[in-house]
Antibody
Framework: EVQLVESGGGLVQPGRSLRLSCSASGFIFGDYAMHWVRQAPGKGLEWVAGINWKSDTIGYADSVKGRFTISRDNAKNSLYLQMNSLRAEDTALYYC??????????????WGHGTLVTVSS | DIQMTQSPSSLSAFVGDRVTITCRAS??????LNWYQQKPGKAPKFLIYIASILQSGVPSRFNGSGSGTDFTLTISSLQPEDFATYFCQQGYSSPVTFGQGTKVEIK
């Protein structure tokens, strides 16, 4: 059974940093692209970042480009999101999602439960 | 970036009704269109990919169609468990973008 477990969320002040992690199990992690998708309270879904299976193709939403960095460690079955210069508008539930294929634009067939990030002073 | 626009934003329907949701892309995306269902407090569920291919385990009452810029998700006979919010997503190019969602409510 595919499992994705996010961690690292919490309350952080504007301008500070936070690192999210996603621990994956139940599939061959290194064979698939992975994504971070977020959802602000009461709002829709926003794709944040994607990384292909070998980390040589990476994409970001315009809203986070230059501030967030996605990375993965296939040996540890883990996905990460380093978030710097956080803003109030980054407040959201952050989901880790497994892509259907190796490409970063493929749909996501499995999702974690999310980790909540709140940016507030 | 490719903009995705869904219509309607919300709809009310009876159990048993046929429901159609439309998604329009700001430029041609071929068939690189996915659909998700999300219930309150839950993660999204993957329904359809490449515009019309049902993900494993998704009931056959769900149908996706379209290509280019115009796509539809049809639920042939709405069931109580189908009341949820539905999102389209383009997978043609990065950054990946979602529609704003369509909330399907009980009438």
């Amino acid at each position: 059974e595919v499992q994705l477990v996010e961690s690292g969320g919490g309350l952080v002040q504007p301008g500070r940093s936070l690192r999210l992690s996603c621990s994956a199990s139940g599939f061959i992690f290194g064979d698939y692209a992975m994504h971070w998708v977020r959802q602000a309270p009461g709002k829709g879904l926003e794709w944040v970042a994607g990384i292909n299976w070998k980390s040589d193709t990476i994409g970001y939403a315009d809203s986070v480009k230059g501030r967030f960095t996605i990375s993965r460690d296939n040996a540890k079955n883990s996905l990460y999101l380093q978030m710097n210069s956080l803003r109030a508008e980054d407040t959201a539930l952050y989901y880790c999602a497994k892509a259907r294929t190796t490409g970063i634009t493929a749909g996501d067939d499995h999702w974690g439960h999310g980790t909540l990030v709140t940016v507030s002073s | 970036d490719i903009q995705m626009t869904q219509s309607p934003s919300s709809l009310s329907a009876f159990v048993g009704d046929r429901v159609t949701i439309t998604c329009r892309a700001s430029q041609s995306i071929g068939k690189y269109l996915n659909w998700y269902q999300q219930k309150p407090g839950k993660a999204p569920k993957f329904l359809i990919y490449i515009a019309s291919i049902l993900q494993s385990g998704v009931p056959s009452r769900f149908n996706g169609s379209g290509s280019g810029t115009d796509f539809t998700l049809t639920i042939s006979s709405l069931q109580p468990e189908d009341f949820a919010t539905y999102f389209c997503q383009q997978g043609y190019s990065s950054p990946v973008t979602f529609g704003q969602g369509t909330k399907v409510e009980i009438k």
